[in-house]
């Protein structure tokens, strides 16, 4: 795309309506993720609405830059995100617009515990997997530990000296992938690949 042709394209972004814009950065963000994931992707766009950090309307805050990668020009999925019916199928779009009305009328209840970031650390650490091919589960499976691992029976409750053990190996894990905030940050909540933050 042209530069003028990607100013063309924001401008247009910027005029479409709330659930529209929640509806499109859904598709380019979280379209392959569980329907929780998705949830969650949206409940950081609304919580980020409701901190005075962020802007104050729903097109604002998802089109910031550097925010959301979508709606980046250079991404992947920015001119499919502009046409996402060429490119997935009814049954997912519609999904994915039953979660963006959800979010603008406020009727899901959010399900990341107030995370305002989220980042999907297969696409980093899965750049990596040649060289350590289990880095990825090994990742999420410390993230599962600290959060209250959904395997373990009810009455398991991490000691101090476990989730220090899970604490230092997500540091391990993460000290050389961006973003950087996530090796202090400790993560929120999980939903698919995607882990949830709360700055």
């Known amino acids: 795309m042209t530069p003028e042709q990607i100013q063309e394209e924001m401008q247009f972004l910027r005029g479409v309506s709330r659930q529209e814009v929640v509806?499109?950065?859904?598709?380019?963000?979280?379209r392959g993720e569980p329907i929780e994931a998705q949830v969650g992707v949206g409940c950081v766009l609304r919580s980020r609405l409701k901190d005075a950090r962020w802007p104050n309307t729903y097109n604002d805050v998802a089109l910031q830059p550097a925010q959301f990668s979508c709606f980046?020009?250079?991404?992947?999925?920015?001119?499919?995100?502009?046409?996402?019916?060429?490119?997935?199928?009814?049954?997912?779009?519609?999904?994915?617009?039953?979660?963006?009305?959800?979010?603008?009328?406020?009727?899901?209840?959010?399900?990341?515990?107030?995370?305002?970031?989220?980042?999907?650390?297969?696409?980093?650490?899965?750049?990596?997997?040649r060289r350590d091919p289990f880095r990825l589960k090994r990742y999420l499976r410390a993230v599962d530990l600290l959060l209250g691992d959904p395997q373990a029976p009810a009455t398991h409750v991490l000691d101090p000296t476990e989730r220090q053990n899970a604490r230092d190996l997500i540091h391990t894990l993460v000290k050389d992938l961006p973003p950087k905030w996530d090796d202090e940050v400790l993560p929120v909540a999980r939903k698919g690949h995607l882990v949830f933050f709360k700055l």
């Open 23 to 30: 509806y499109r950065m859904l598709f380019g963000e979280a």
């Open 72 to 129: 980046n020009p250079e991404d992947s999925n920015f001119e499919k995100l502009l046409d996402p019916e060429k490119h997935e199928a009814t049954s997912v779009l519609v999904q994915l617009r039953w979660v963006a009305k959800g979010i603008v009328d406020d009727v899901l209840l959010d399900n990341v515990a107030g995370a305002n970031h989220y980042y999907d650390f297969s696409v980093i650490v899965g750049q990596g997997q």
